[in-house]
């Protein structure tokens, strides 16, 4: 990634909770408790997912950042929303993690210098073998970034679906 393309990266990233926001904006509370499927996850256990995975992802970016070479921890996002009963967790406090959680690393990222974006850490390839390759904090950046999107499209449909059983 060159330095304008991270600065676009890094900028994006940045608005990840604006994004969200505006997404659940549209997305009555009520329809926050409706799952597509018993093995799905409701519009709640989203949220709650990803102040998790937002926290996980900071001390992630800070490894990457102060400790090049080191392991970062795998954790089965499946498992964590099961065993953690996100459907009953906080979402409100979830939304602060999440926002306060992606602001500070959005203002460190903005202090970094360009070489720190490809130092390395390994992932465990048990869980994730694709990240077997060399994980940088461009490839940390593509992913966190691209996580809100996703997301955000998983809202969406479980909104659309919802609407569609309750017409």
Known sequence: MNQNERIEKIE???????????????VPRKAWEFKTGPHEWSVH????????????????????IAEP?????PYDEAHWADALDY????VDAALQIFKLTRQL???LLKTLPDQVFTHT???????????GEAYTLDKWLHIYTRHVRDHISQIQNNYEAWKAQNK
């Open 105 to 107: 690393t959005y203002h």
């Open 121 to 131: 850490v390994v992932h465990p390839e048990t869980v994730y073998p694709e990240y």
């Open 45 to 64: 256990e989203v949220i709650v997912h990803m102040a998790d995975a937002e926290s996980v992802g900071a001390i992630r970016a800070r490894k990457l």
């Open 12 to 26: 994006e990233y940045g608005h990840g909770f604006e994004l969200l926001s505006a997404c659940l904006d549209k």
């Open 69 to 73: 070479g080191s392991t970062i921890m």
């Open 87 to 90: 459907q009953n967790q906080a």
